[in-house]
């Protein structure tokens, strides 16, 4: 499917945009002018909208898809068993590259939690490279996050899924830049970020 998308490639990727390319539709989401409206409440605001956007756009074969794998038995990603929970996928984004830099929590709207899922040119990410997930634990303050304490990095291996927990704003992560020649070569490191809910299966009965 990702070999068949139409994607919109960045001529010159730099140290502030390492997006290689993305798929035409998340171009197109992106790409609403969220000006009409009105004045944004905070600067989260933006992100909201950018992610209801992106519902209306992403191709209903990799939703169907990955709704299908993460309530399926044979892949068993535990939350489902955890929570007693069914899996419901909200919106999928797909780029190749890397971002936010900034620490970041991905948890604005009502998301329980979502998948980091990487699919590469390589069976294991060469640390050399760069790209790493780096995740960890804030305090928040009036002007945003301090005392960031970091606990580690995850690397994208090829089909490494990484889950995160979207309802505590404080386990916060951000995206280590690519090397120079990770750069210039434009290593492929190809991104499904996969942001889900929880439905109980108890019932009244």
Same mark, same amino acid.
């Not at 035409?24 to 909208?49: F, Q, T, V, Y």
């Given at each position: 499917?990702?070999? +068949?998308?139409?994607?919109?490639?960045?001529? &010159?990727?730099?140290?502030?945009?390492?997006?290689?390319?993305?798929?035409?539709?998340?171009?197109?989401? +992106? +790409?609403?002018?969220? @000006?009409?409206? %009105?004045?944004?409440?905070?600067?989260?605001?933006?992100?909201?909208?950018?992610?209801? &956007?992106?519902?209306?756009?992403? @191709? $209903?074969?990799?939703?169907? =898809?990955?709704?299908? $794998?993460?309530?399926?038995?044979?892949?068993?990603?535990?939350?489902?068993?955890?929570?007693?929970?069914?899996?419901?996928?909200?919106? $999928?984004?797909?780029?190749?590259?890397?971002?936010?830099?900034?620490?970041?929590?991905?948890?604005? %709207?009502?998301?329980?939690?979502?998948?980091?899922?990487?699919?590469?040119?390589?069976?294991?990410?060469?640390?050399?490279?760069?790209?790493?997930?780096?995740? %960890?634990?804030?305090?928040?303050?009036?002007? %945003? =996050?301090?005392?960031?304490?970091?606990?580690?990095?995850?690397?994208?291996?090829?089909?490494?899924?990484?889950?995160?927990? &979207? +309802?505590?704003?404080?386990?916060?992560?951000?995206?280590?830049? =690519?090397?120079?020649?990770?750069?210039?070569?434009?290593?492929?490191?190809?991104?499904?970020?996969?942001?889900?809910?929880?439905?109980?299966?108890?019932?009244?009965?």
């Amino acid at each position: 499917m990702i070999k +068949r998308e139409c994607w919109v490639d960045n001529e &010159n990727p730099s140290k502030n945009n390492e997006i290689l390319s993305a798929p035409g539709w998340l171009h197109k989401a +992106r +790409r609403i002018d969220i @000006s009409k409206r %009105g004045a944004l409440k905070n600067p989260h605001e933006k992100e909201m909208i950018n992610k209801q &956007n992106i519902k209306h756009f992403i @191709s $209903v074969k990799y939703a169907d =898809y990955l709704s299908i $794998v993460s309530n399926d038995r044979y892949y068993d990603w535990g939350m489902d068993t955890l929570h007693y929970s069914a899996t419901e996928v909200v919106s $999928v984004a797909l780029w190749n590259g890397v971002g936010y830099f900034n620490w970041h929590w991905d948890g604005l %709207g009502s998301d329980d939690f979502y998948a980091l899922i990487y699919l590469l040119d390589y069976k294991e990410w060469t640390k050399r490279f760069g790209a790493g997930l780096e995740y %960890g634990t804030a305090q928040m303050s009036e002007q %945003g =996050y301090k005392n960031i304490s970091q606990k580690g990095a995850f690397y994208p291996d090829n089909g490494r899924i990484i889950f995160g927990e &979207n +309802r505590n704003s404080l386990w916060v992560h951000r995206t280590q830049n =690519y090397s120079e020649k990770a750069l210039n070569d434009r290593i492929n490191r190809f991104t499904f970020l996969v942001a889900m809910k929880l439905t109980s299966l108890l019932t009244d009965d």
